[in-house]
């Protein structure tokens, strides 16, 4: 009773604070005649051109420096003429937590998001910000199978809520010279862990103020963590993470012998993986393929100066012991709908466009991978002016395995956030790697057992 | 009764006073009676008046008051107080702002104290505070004193020691990161080349154990001049002739701050520590800016309240625990002003 | 009475070395960044031989910022935000503490202590109910937001209240007896005398209000909406290894609050000591 009785009066301060919202929001929505003309272009087919004018409001990050956005946008638009694509720039760096503030509850305008990672797509899911496209992709015949089993690893209960656009996978890149000075043979598509640790370490110079690094992991969980998915057997999901170890002591053990910079170096700096890179001081960097086309922009613009690191080549990742080659890591980009859409229709059918074919052609002229690879997808990436011209490279873009980063969990965003706080106990020394792991174990078991 | 307004009342009042001297001199009884139950009527008319009129003036006063107050207040309530109230009954509710809100009574709060990351927080926040409040007091109540005698340039150090105040925590954490950096920064440098420390133990001033040190020497760093400020202003209401008097007794300098300076600031102190303490509860951007790692995380060692705060609310849309967080954060500052309060209070009275 | 005067001199001296160790301590930090921002990457952290200003002084470092990043709109947003903040804070803050002070009226006391029991409230506990609210209200991602959070201060009103309490409530009652209204008794009399306590709220709205960060990295997400801070912080994930354009960037972030403070500072100390607020 009491319990009720609270509630009640709980309700109504809510309620009264809510009509103070209501209140101001009449003066502030303005554009009001904007959401009206919207209403009535749902009901007309959004691919029709004589359809009234529709505004989509998509959320992206990075304009600037990102090629493809505006692409997509003018291509979709230039086949779409009665429908403006609005891009608003939520910047990358907190990018999935400023859009789950923005969607949260009601009165956001956002017609089609952009999902950067699995835990951000999970929050906006549970909070039911996005509308599930089961009925959409039935009823357009869209066929998931030319996502190579990307879609069911993001499948919730059935239902799919995000449709891939851009999908990257992790390769190795080098910087030739470096080897070239050094003596060393380059890398190969075909290296284990161990073997890569070998090449890594005969690059190496320690020698004071001509420091040569073998390797570089960005601060990120994933460069370092994320090796032992590789297998196919365990993920990061699975509560039990003893498979990282023996990958945190190959990288400590690099990081003691001048090898790789250290991760308290970076963590002080804030240094950029690209930065490490183009220095030319560095030479392996295990990293994703959005690499490569920033690579091609900066150093064709100057930006980076190619006398450093002009002279790069890319290879598959390296594997376990008995794990075919090509098996790599890989992480997508999707688009969704809101579910406060007012234009559902022209929405998904941007979504589409963007993740189908067309949308893949675009893409993959701005250097980027789309979610749909195919063979012309990879002769038109590798013949763009920058691209390496050795074989090797060429070949590294040939993927026979690719494991998501994080697949989908109710709790992925928790998960993650445990494992963040002890990849950087570890890697700082607070720590050991025993007690680190330990106690991932024991606190997402924690939550995984709820 | 006659109508009385305030153009009339003065001729009323000069019929009052001419009753009441023409009943003195009157013999009549009857015509006594007839002057006392005019002067009754007139009396009672003219209280009536006053009260009346004494009323619509509180209203207008009362109307004028609050106009000066509203533009601000109305503010204030909006943006702050109904926030306040909704922060309270968040901490029993679970919410992840979309979905419907659940009753949860005090499961927030019995969870609190089974998670590891919070207790971090909540003990390296203490440490901090306990590191830094009275660090902070010692050296701006030093530098305040040094700089209250006659010394040459006072101005221009008063100057300085307010840059590190004014400073944006972004751009002067950068330099303090750049200072300090673990190999290439010119502390550890000077450490390696003039105090010959090996290369292994050069102190790793982010990480670890010596990440909250390095954040009590930055904010006390940071802070002092503006407190330094504080307590010059304070020194400036210290009353001459008791050091004066304290000489005449033959006291030396100690003897002089602790028998005249010291009680004299204690109101200042209060209010230095309250704030204070305040202050370093709310340590977010200073944690951030200094110790975060790549994915943006905090450890163990270096996570404090407002992080966890905002780690819970606007990464995993736990609004009701994130708000259960939050009160525990203002019952510590609020029991530490309260005690505060309390101390003086006794302080002054024995 | 020699070994006084001698024992004066030393005491002297040693107010002066410590005096000056503080002073190197302060601006050794702001030394480095003016002495950075002119440097190549490389140069940063040469230290056989260090040298404050290098032969080649790079000044390109503060022309290129601006095209780096969108420097100019992100010191346009700060500039206008501060300026709208401080300006309302003054005159809200200012007229309610008149009230408070020089006037009696109906549940004074409680309205006061309205103000005074949050200004122990650390704004983290309710800043997550609070951006509900404005984000019901529409202020999401909009400066306004910014602005409704920052002008309408306890600490404001209760700073200002201190020090009309310092004047003499006779000025006021004299005015009155000669017909003044209360309007006017303010802005003829009241506000004249406070130049210190305004010239100290200034300061402090201003330094918060261009400085604040959590605040800004909740409420303002749209590019072309970001405060200086914000923008500066991108830039460092961005540019990590450029350590002259930081450097380059902080200076000039620090610039306008640094001149703010320059001209208000004479009037600082007595702001503080008048209003009250050492206790």
């Known amino acids: ?450 | ?350 | 009475m020699k070994s006084k005067s001698a024992n004066t001199i030393a005491l002297k001296t040693l107010v002066y070395i410590i005096l000056l160790i503080m002073a190197a301590l302060m601006i050794i930090p702001f030394l480095w960044m003016l002495s950075a921002s002119i440097k190549t990457d490389a140069e940063v952290f040469r230290m056989n031989p260090f040298v404050w200003i290098p032969k080649n002084p790079r000044w390109s470092n503060y022309s290129e910022i601006w095209t780096k990043i969108p420097f100019g709109r992100f010191v346009g947003n700060t500039v206008f935000l501060t300026i709208i903040v401080t300006c309302l804070q003054l005159l809200t803050s200012s007229f309610a503490a008149y009230a408070f002070a020089k006037l009696e009226f109906k549940h004074k006391n409680i309205l006061f202590m309205g103000y005074l029991s949050t200004i122990a409230m650390p704004w983290q506990v309710y800043m997550v109910p609070q951006f509900i609210m404005m984000r019901k209200m529409g202020l999401n991602d909009k400066l306004l937001a910014i602005i409704c959070l920052q002008a309408f201060s306890a600490f404001g009103v209760f700073m200002m209240k201190q020090f009309y309490e310092g004047i003499p409530s006779s000025l006021c009652e004299a005015a009155r007896i000669d017909g003044m209204s209360e309007y006017k008794i303010y802005t003829n009399i009241m506000i004249p005398l406070s130049k210190p306590a305004l010239s100290t709220l200034t300061i402090f709205t201003f330094v918060n209000t261009w400085n604040d960060y959590l605040g800004p990295l909740i409420y303002l997400k749209s590019q072309e909406k970001k405060t200086i801070q914000l923008g500066l912080k991108m830039f460092i994930g961005q540019y990590s290894s450029d350590y002259g354009l930081i450097m380059a960037g902080s200076v000039l972030s620090l610039i306008p609050v640094i001149i703010v403070f320059l001209i208000l500072q004479k009037y600082f100390v007595e702001g503080v000591a008048s209003t009250g607020i050492k206790g």
């Not at chain 2, 004299?264 to 230095?272: A, D, G, K, Y």
Request: charged share 15%; glycine share 8%.
């Open chain 1, 1 to 450: 009773m009491r319990k009720k009785l609270i509630s009640m009066l709980l309700a109504t301060t809510m309620a009264g604070a809510l009509m103070v919202g209501c209140g101001s929001n009449a003066s502030t929505d303005a554009p009001a005649t904007d959401a009206s003309a919207t209403d009535t272009a749902t009901e007309a087919p959004a691919a029709d051109s004589s359809a009234e004018a529709v505004t989509l409001k998509w959320s992206i990050w990075d304009q600037e420096t990102t090629t493809y956005w505006q692409a997509l946008a003018d291509g979709y638009m230039a086949q779409n003429p009665n429908v403006t694509i609005e891009m608003v720039d939520l910047g990358s760096q907190d990018y999935m937590t400023v859009l789950a503030t923005e969607l949260s509850g009601s009165g956001s305008d956002f017609d089609v998001v952009t999902i950067k990672d699995v835990p951000g797509y999970a929050t906006l899911v549970q909070k039911n910000a996005i509308q599930s496209l089961d009925s959409y992709i039935s009823a357009d015949g869209v066929d998931l199978a030319a996502y190579n089993g990307a879609t069911d690893q993001v499948t919730v209960d059935g239902s799919l809520y995000e449709l891939p656009f851009r999908n990257d996978f992790w390769v190795l890149f080098y910087n030739k010279d470096v080897f070239d000075k050094a003596g060393v043979a380059y890398p190969t598509n075909d290296m284990t862990w161990e073997e890569y640790d070998k090449l890594a370490r005969s690059v190496t110079d320690t020698t004071f103020g001509s420091q040569v690094y073998g390797g570089h992991y960005h601060t990120w969980r994933s460069t370092i963590g994320l090796i032992g998915c590789l297998d196919g057997e365990h993920n990061i999901l699975s509560g039990n993470y003893d498979f990282m170890k023996p990958y945190y002591e190959m990288v400590l053990a690099e990081e003691k012998d001048g090898v790789v910079r250290s991760y308290a170096d970076l963590k002080t700096e804030g240094l950029h993986y690209s930065a490490a890179f183009s220095a030319g001081d560095t030479a392996m960097l295990n990293m994703g393929s959005w690499f490569i086309s920033t690579l091609i922009n900066n150093i064709a613009s100057g930006e980076y100066d190619a006398s450093l690191c002009g002279n790069w080549g890319i290879v598959k990742y390296p594997h376990a012991d008995g794990v075919e080659a090509g098996s790599t890591l890989g992480t997508f980009t999707g688009l969704a709908v809101t579910s406060s859409t007012d234009v559902p229709d022209a929405a998904w059918d941007f979504v589409k466009w963007c993740s189908g074919e067309e949308g893949a052609a675009v893409m993959a002229s701005t250097g980027n991978f789309p979610a749909i690879m195919t063979d012309d997808v990879v002769t038109t990436i590798t013949s763009l002016e920058g691209f390496p011209t050795d074989d090797a490279s060429k070949e590294a873009l040939k993927t026979s395995n690719i494991y998501l980063e994080v697949p989908y969990d109710a709790n992925v965003s928790e998960i993650n956030t445990v494992l963040d706080t002890y990849h950087g106990m570890i890697m700082q020394g607070e720590c050991t790697i025993d007690e680190g792991i330990a106690s991932m174990n024991e606190e997402i078991g924690a939550i995984l057992a709820q």
């Open chain 2, 1 to 350: 009764m006659e109508k009385i307004t305030a153009a009339n009342v003065e001729s009323f009042q000069n019929e009052l006073t001419s009753l009441i001297e023409k009943i003195h001199t009157e013999s009549n009884p009857k015509q006594k009676m007839k002057y006392l139950k005019r002067i009754d009527k007139i009396q009672r008319s003219i209280s009536a008046y006053r009260s009346k009129s004494k009323l619509s003036r509180e209203t207008k006063r009362d109307l004028i008051a609050y106009s000066f107050i509203a533009p601000n207040f109305i503010g204030f309530c909006v943006f702050t107080l109904i926030p306040i109230v909704f922060a309270f009954a968040l901490a029993f509710l679970s919410w992840d702002g979309s979905n419907p809100i659940e009753w949860a009574g005090l499961k927030n709060f019995k969870s609190l104290f089974k998670d590891k990351f919070f207790i971090a927080a909540l003990k390296n926040t203490i440490i901090y505070c306990v590191g830094t409040v009275p660090l902070t007091m010692i050296v701006s109540l030093g530098l305040a004193i040094l700089l209250n005698h006659k010394v040459l340039g006072r101005g221009l150090f008063r100057t300085l020691a307010f840059f590190p105040y004014v400073a944006s925590l972004v751009a002067i954490t950068s330099v303090w990161k750049m200072l300090f950096h673990p190999s290439k920064g010119p502390i550890n440098n000077l450490l390696f080349n003039v105090f010959n420390v090996q290369q292994e133990n050069l102190p790793q001033w982010f990480t670890g154990s010596l990440v909250l040190l390095s954040m009590i020497m930055f904010s006390v760093w940071k802070y002092m001049g503006y407190y330094m400020v504080i307590y010059l202003a304070g020194l400036q209401g210290v009353n001459g002739e008791l050091y004066e008097a304290a000489a005449l007794d033959g006291a030396g300098t100690w003897a002089k701050f602790k028998y005249v300076t010291w009680p004299q600031l204690s109101s200042t102190t209060f209010f230095v520590i309250v704030m204070l303490t305040i202050n370093c509860f709310k340590v977010y951007d200073i944690a951030i800016m200094l110790a975060a790692g790549g994915n943006g995380e905090l450890t163990l060692n270096s996570t404090v309240l407002v992080y966890y705060i905002y780690q819970k609310a606007f990464i995993e849309w736990k609004l009701g625990y994130s708000s259960a967080v939050a009160m525990v954060l203002f019952v510590l500052v609020l029991g530490v002003t309260l005690i505060q309060f309390w101390g003086q209070k006794k302080y002054q009275e024995g």
